[in-house]
């Protein structure tokens, strides 16, 4: 597909702009309120103080600065009214317990919606523990609450997680490199977490409903063909947290060995000291809200399809709906 080339110097014009713009939103609070609490002082000083008030009548600059004052009020008032800082509606999420924030202040709501696609519910279980115990304690009436959760498939072959196996050179020779290979024993350690949190889960929903009947919950699982790639949560349509699964090279018990494998990690930021990344519905920038409603969007078109696409074959007491 063809695109037209921009105009020559349109993208150097808008950056100019946007740069100056924003420079303009640092330093404008601090001009106005600075010339403001000056014109006052030599208000009052003017007041108090006769020969200063003799002089500054003398000198005109009263007037003056009565006039500039005014300009500076009405410069305040027309300059891009509607400048959004860059970060606006953007959450920085450092650890599981300030996903723990969001999710208790998500269920201050009557009706509470929480989406999930990642892939052994780790995270899931972790951010909703607090608050579904808090739920049952409260007695809260004519509360609504709804999980979704799509994890991963973990019946067929995969690479993530994978057994690592020596290299070798064109003699046969091990080498120091490693390759990585479908392991149907690494499957198998995984998909026992995955089917622990996913009855863990159940039973804290069962205790919370148990302890005020009052509660209606619906939790839906579903195996998804998505990779242990990302974590996405939506909460209450309104906040998307998106977060990278970390890979890591552990060495496992198996039996009476040991086995080197490929682990995505779920429980400490896989980069940069973040661990999930969020954008508001509610955002005054359009950026923030247009990246919620991919991720928003993506969640739903998934959870469609999930609707009648399954897995050709599942392992006795897998994770279902």
């Known amino acids: 597909m063809m695109m ?55 000198s005109n600059f009263l007037g003056g600065s009565f006039i500039a004052l005014v300009a500076l009020i009405i410069f305040d008032a027309v300059s891009d009214p509607g400048a959004v800082p860059d970060n606006d509606g953007i959450y920085l ?92 024993v690494a499957r198998e350690r995984v998909r026992g977490i995955k089917e622990g949190n996913a009855r863990w889960l159940r039973q804290l929903i069962d205790r919370a409903q148990q302890t005020n009947p009052q509660l209606r919950i619906e939790c839906e699982i579903r195996e998804s063909p998505v990779g242990p790639a990302f974590k996405l949560f939506v909460i209450n349509d309104e906040i998307a947290l998106l977060g990278l699964y970390g890979i890591g090279d552990v060495e496992v018990f198996h039996g009476e060995g040991r086995l080197r494998i490929l682990d995505p990690y779920a429980w400490r930021p896989a980069g940069g000291g973040l661990y999930l990344l969020g954008w508001d519905r509610r955002s005054r920038s359009k950026g923030s809200r247009k990246i919620f409603e991919h991720y928003s969007e993506w969640f739903e078109s998934l959870w469609e399809i999930l609707d009648y696409v399954s897995p050709a074959s599942r392992t006795p007491g897998s994770v279902s709906g």
């Open 4 to 58: 037209s080339a921009p105009r020559p110097g349109s993208d150097g014009n808008r950056t100019l702009l946007a740069d100056f713009r924003r420079v303009l939103a640092r330093v404008k609070p601090v001009l106005v309120k600075s010339s403001l609490a000056v014109a006052a002082a030599l208000g009052v000083a003017a007041e108090v103080v006769d020969p200063l008030g003799d002089f500054l009548k003398r």
């Open 93 to 184: 999420l450092s650890e599981v317990e300030e996903l723990r924030d969001y999710i208790k202040r998500a269920f201050e709501s009557k009706e509470v919606r929480i989406d999930f696609s990642g892939f052994t519910m780790e995270t899931l279980l972790m951010a909703l523990r607090p608050a579904l115990t808090s739920l049952g304690e409260s007695r809260a009436k004519n509360r609504v609450l709804r999980i979704r959760a799509a994890v991963a498939y973990l019946d067929a072959p995969m690479n993530l997680p994978s057994r690592l196996v020596p290299g070798t050179d064109s003699n046969g020779s091990p080498t120091q490199s490693q390759h990585f290979e479908d392991s149907p």
